[in-house]
């Protein structure tokens, strides 16, 4: 079970309050400076094939959801966070990040994005636990301001809930954001569920079937699928899953609920699948139940190397790192 509160990370010893107190000054001063952060900065090269990518996603506040397990506030506090982040981002197998524009400019003035790649979100509307949920409205990143900023791709929340009316003009969204970005040859990653309505509540069908469903649907969005990669949950019979696509894949991690040796057996036997390009996972790293974010990003990464032939997980609890 996750703590009561999420424990601060180990790797970063700096308390000062004012530690990022000159991104206030910089947006206040010259608001410029961040598009001129983003086009000074060192491009990285292509996705390959030969090598699963490694993504870290921050994303999740600009949707409301701030909770980490039992933690409401978990990811509140932005300067926090943006320790996290560098302490991920500055580990040498982490390619890039996922992020809404606040976090992504926060970043840009930090420096920390060189030969990065950068996935923007795109749709934030969809608050958590609001009654409009399904009607996920663009709020983030657009196709054009992406390109503007030298991004890999978009990433959007795809919830398809067959009982709520918002879902044909959520489903019309995500067409037309597909057909945006690759119009300018960038990636869209789409990240589908079905979803039901449950006590006034959105949950999302974690089943192999319902997987296997929303990724039927998702992948034929758009007048092309050229661009589009899948960013899916870890789940029973992922086999099957996979076996569902042909688009590049990555994984996604959810808000952890198990421990982390779990988490990260579920996640080597999924990277071993053809059609897995790698990892896109927030707050089971970002936030890991011992605070050890150095650790939990190396654990992560020697899956990523060893994924197709390891016999054994390494430890998310023993490592020091």
Known sequence: MAPDSVPAPNSQANDDPRRYEHLSRIRLEDPGAVARAAQSRVRPPAPRSDKQNFIVAADHPARGALAVGSDANAMADRRDLLDRLQTALSHPAVDGVLASPDILDDLLLLGVLDEKLIFGSMNRGGLAGSVHEIDDRFTGHSAAALQALGATGGKMLTRICLGDSATAAA???????????????????????LS????????NDLS???????VAIASALGSTSAYTWMKLPVVPEMERVMASTTLPTVLLGGDPDGSPDEIFSSWQSA????????????????????????G?????????????????????LNRKD
């Open 171 to 193: 489903l019309e969204a995500t067409a037309r954001a597909i057909d945006l970005l690759a119009e300018r040859g960038l990636v869209a990653m789409v990240e589908p569920f």
């Open 196 to 203: 039901v309505w449950d006590n006034g509540r959105l949950r």
């Open 208 to 214: 192999p079937d319902a997987v296997i469903k929303s």
């Open 271 to 294: 990277l071993a699948l053809p059609g897995v390009r790698g990892l896109t996972v927030g707050r089971t790293l970002l936030y890991p139940q011992d605070g050890n974010v150095a």
């Open 296 to 316: 939990a990003i190396a654990a992560a990464a020697s899956l990523l190397s060893t994924s197709a032939h390891a016999n054994t997980v390494p430890s998310a």
